[in-house]
Each structure stands twice: as C-alpha cells, then as structure tokens.
C-alpha cells in the first residue's frame, strides 16, 4: 500500500532526498537538452565540436607567412656610393679593384679637387712597382743611359698625377691638400741633391778605392762627401714616411667639403 498516493514509477523519478539513498533502478540515458537542467547526482553530458574544413585558427598560434623572397635594401659606403656602382670622378671609390684603379689615377690625371681612397692610391704603387721592375730594369742590361733617362720620363710624366692623387687622398681624411708639399718636397729635393752633388763624386771614390784598394791618399773630401749623403738619405726617409703616413689614413666623412662636379674640378684645378 502506498501511503503518499503516488504512482510507483513517479516515485522513483524523484530526485533523491538528502539523507536517503537513490534508487538502485538505473535510468536510461536521455539526450541531453536546452530546456531541462541536469539533475543531481548525474554527469553532464560532454559536448564535443566538430571539426570543419574553415576553422579558424587557435590563440597563440602564429599564421602562416607568405612565401616571398627578402626584399634587401641597397647598401651605401660613406659618400652615399651604392656598393658596387662606379662613382663619379670628384667622389672616392672605396674597394675599387687593381684596373680601375689605374684607369682612374690617368682618367683624374691633373684633377686635385675631391676624393681618392686608399685603394685608388696603393693599387697604383703597385702598377709602378710592376713597370719598374719588368720594363725599367731590363733597360740596364741594354743600357744604362737608356735606363736612366727611361727613369727620368717615367718619373716626370708620373708627377703631376702623383701630386693630384696625393692631394685627394689627403682629402679623403678631412686634410688640407697643401699638406702633400712637404714629403714631395723633401723627396724631390733629396733626389734632386743626390744626382747633383753626390752621384760623380760617389762614383770618383769607387773608382779610387777600386784601383788603389784603399781610401787613403783619395784628394777629395770624403768626410763632406759622407754628410752630404747621411743628409739626403734622412731627408728622404723622411719624406717618404710622411707620405705613406698621408696615403694610409682613414677616411672622413667630412672631407665631403672637397667634393665637386667634375667639369668644374677640371676647370678650376685648384689646390684646397
């Protein structure tokens, strides 16, 4: 007999009161819907979404970048040169090779407005190195006037363009161009000393001391002969480190001042 009136079935629908036991009558599993609210003592259903071809892409994830090849930007020396561009003639060239560099030194071969880098400068030393030692010195064999005179026209045809790329390397470092004076002037007049003053007299004592195996009795002036020497050598020496201290400094980007178009540097030809 049921005391509460109630139908079997409903009654174990109920939920279960607190301090009672649920019913062991197991419930069969229900779809789980909006509108009824899970009841306790149930596990809530799990829901899992389905993947589709168009999801969108998870939070921390990073989208996929297009595939295209780096777009660099051209590179630019200190005169705002792009590297591997000629620059114009006024502008120095920095990294130039061993043929261009000689071509440039005789393309500017009186132009002492603007700029020469260090490359324009030693890659010419060696080309005279070069010219000296396979066409010079074979004339000897030949000739010694031949050789000397040869050496004499190399010499003065060099010397203006050597003064010229002198002056702009000096600018190349932010320097005045007059600064170049002072080596061409102690080297040159030391050259200029030792073929006046000292090759005959040299040549006179060789020839004593050859035939008479010995230096006394020599009628000249051997001490005078060897002071002058010791001089033009020093100034020499000295001449020529200020000049290679002058061809191996650095490049300043202030020196930029001394730059000019090259038709007016042709015109003008001015010392700066």
Same mark, same amino acid.
């Given at each position: &007999?049921?005391?509460?009136?109630?139908?079997?079935?409903?009654?174990?629908?109920?939920?279960? /009161?607190? !301090?009672?036991?649920?019913?062991? $009558?197991?419930?069969?599993?229900?779809?789980?819907?909006?509108?009824?609210?899970?009841?306790? !003592?149930?596990?809530?259903?799990?829901?899992?979404?389905?993947?589709?071809?168009?999801?969108?892409?998870?939070?921390?994830?990073?989208?996929?970048?297009?595939?295209?090849?780096?777009?660099?930007?051209?590179?630019?020396? #200190?005169?705002?040169? #792009?590297?591997?561009?000629?620059?114009?003639?006024?502008?120095?060239?920095?990294?130039?090779?061993? *043929?261009?560099?000689?071509?440039?030194?005789?393309?500017?071969?009186?132009?002492?407005?603007?700029?020469?880098?260090?490359?324009?400068?030693?890659?010419?030393?060696?080309?005279?190195?070069?010219?000296?030692?396979?066409?010079?010195?074979?004339?000897?064999?030949?000739?010694?006037?031949?050789?000397?005179?040869?050496?004499?026209?190399? /010499?003065?045809?060099?010397?203006?363009?050597?003064?010229?790329?002198?002056?702009?390397?000096? @600018?190349?470092?932010?320097?005045?161009?007059?600064?170049?004076?002072?080596?061409?002037?102690?080297? @040159?007049?030391?050259?200029?000393?030792?073929?006046?003053?000292?090759? *005959?007299?040299? $040549?006179?004592?060789? /020839?004593?001391?050859?035939?008479?195996?010995?230096?006394?009795?020599?009628?000249?002036?051997?001490?005078?002969?060897?002071?002058?020497?010791?001089?033009?050598?020093? &100034?020499?020496?000295?001449?020529?480190?200020?000049?290679?201290?002058?061809?191996?400094?650095?490049?300043? #980007?202030?020196?930029?001042?001394?730059?000019?178009?090259?038709?007016?540097?042709?015109?003008?030809?001015?010392? @700066?």
């Amino acid at each position: &007999m049921n005391p509460d009136n109630t139908d079997p079935q409903e009654q174990d629908q109920r939920l279960p /009161e607190f !301090g009672q036991y649920a019913s062991d $009558q197991q419930q069969s599993p229900k779809a789980p819907s909006d509108d009824v609210p899970p009841q306790y !003592g149930q596990r809530v259903p799990e829901y899992i979404p389905q993947r589709t071809s168009q999801s969108t892409p998870q939070y921390a994830q990073q989208a996929s970048a297009p595939s295209t090849l780096p777009q660099i930007p051209p590179q630019y020396d #200190a005169s705002g040169n #792009a590297f591997g561009q000629e620059p114009p003639l006024y502008s120095p060239w920095y990294g130039i090779g061993f *043929g261009k560099a000689i071509q440039r030194f005789f393309a500017k071969y009186a132009i002492f407005s603007g700029r020469a880098s260090r490359g324009e400068v030693w890659w010419m030393v060696l080309f005279s190195v070069i010219v000296t030692t396979v066409v010079l010195s074979p004339l000897r064999l030949i000739s010694p006037s031949v050789n000397t005179w040869a050496g004499y026209a190399w /010499e003065l045809a060099l010397f203006i363009p050597w003064l010229a790329v002198g002056v702009r390397r000096l @600018h190349d470092a932010n320097l005045s161009g007059w600064w170049i004076v002072l080596p061409t002037l102690l080297t @040159h007049a030391a050259s200029i000393g030792l073929d006046v003053f000292v090759t *005959g007299r040299l $040549q006179n004592l060789l /020839e004593y001391v050859a035939a008479n195996g010995t230096i006394v009795g020599y009628p000249g002036d051997t001490q005078s002969l060897i002071a002058l020497v010791l001089i033009l050598v020093c &100034m020499t020496a000295v001449g020529g480190i200020l000049w290679i201290i002058f061809m191996c400094l650095n490049s300043n #980007a202030s020196g930029a001042r001394f730059d000019k178009p090259t038709s007016e540097a042709v015109g003008r030809r001015q010392l @700066h």
